[in-house]
């Protein structure tokens, strides 16, 4: 079966540009969360939509940085006016339900010059 | 504040030397604890989920226990094919929602 699928894989833009990460979680799963890896650091929680309630932004760290999820389903993670600060693995993650195991995707590399 | 700690970073091991991984937690009102396995260039691949302490999971060479404060993650004879990063997270009431809290994992490598 699908799995959660991301794209693109590979992102490189100038300091300045804004870019539009997309993500896709598996049919069915209500909870989507997206995260940030940088080097050598842990997972970073950005953003968490479960079902049609509210989304928890509080991980977003700047307001350059939204993200969006239509009809519960396909979301997309837009960063504006991107730092080299930005760089980093964009990781996208569905769960059945909010408390069940994530499924993740493979990941968005954005490289900002 | 929730937090979760990873030891060793990083684990040398010849093939057939079994080991294990440590993961710490504070978190107040755990509801889950999750092992993930992330291999190079790819997404963190989910392994299991702990709820309570006590509690045992097992799969393949790889077990994984709980307590109250920590977890671990225990390899039993590795093969090269164990080699990646384990990544421990918990799961807790924060703010209202279910946020996962993620350490920076342990890197492993099995030398054939």
């Known amino acids: 079966g699908a799995g959660v699928s991301q794209s693109p894989s590979n992102k490189v833009t100038e300091k300045g540009k804004d870019v539009e990460l997309r993500c896709d979680p598996i049919?069915?799963?209500?909870?989507l969360y997206w995260y940030r890896q940088s080097l050598g650091q842990g997972l970073e929680f950005l953003i968490y939509?479960?079902?049609?309630?509210?989304?928890?932004k509080s991980g977003l760290p700047s307001d350059r940085f939204s993200a969006e999820r239509t009809g519960g389903s396909v979301s997309t993670l837009t960063i504006q006016r991107t730092q080299q600060e930005d760089s980093a693995v964009y990781l996208c993650?569905?769960?059945?339900?909010?408390?069940?195991?994530?499924?993740f995707g493979p990941g968005t590399r954005l490289t900002v010059l | 504040e929730d937090q979760v700690t990873q030891s060793p970073e990083a684990l040398r091991l010849q093939e057939g030397e079994s080991s294990s991984l440590n993961c710490s937690y504070t978190?107040?009102?755990?509801?889950?604890l999750f092992w993930y396995r992330q291999d190079p260039g790819k997404g963190p691949e989910f392994l299991f989920t702990?709820?309570?302490a006590g509690e045992e999971k097992e799969k393949e060479r790889l077990k994984a226990t709980l307590t109250k404060k920590e977890s671990f993650l225990h390899i039993t004879a590795p093969k090269p094919e164990d080699s990646a990063t384990y990544l421990c997270?918990?799961?807790?009431?924060?703010?209202?929602?279910?946020?996962?809290?993620f350490g920076t994992g342990t890197r492993l490598k099995v030398l054939a």
């Open positions: 997270a918990v799961q807790g009431p924060t703010s209202g929602t279910y946020k996962y809290i």
């Open positions: 049919s069915g799963h209500t909870a």
């Open positions: 939509f479960q079902g049609n309630s509210a989304p928890d």
């Open positions: 978190v107040s009102g755990l509801r889950g």
């Open positions: 993650a569905s769960s059945l339900a909010s408390n069940n195991e994530q499924f």
């Open positions: 702990l709820y309570s």
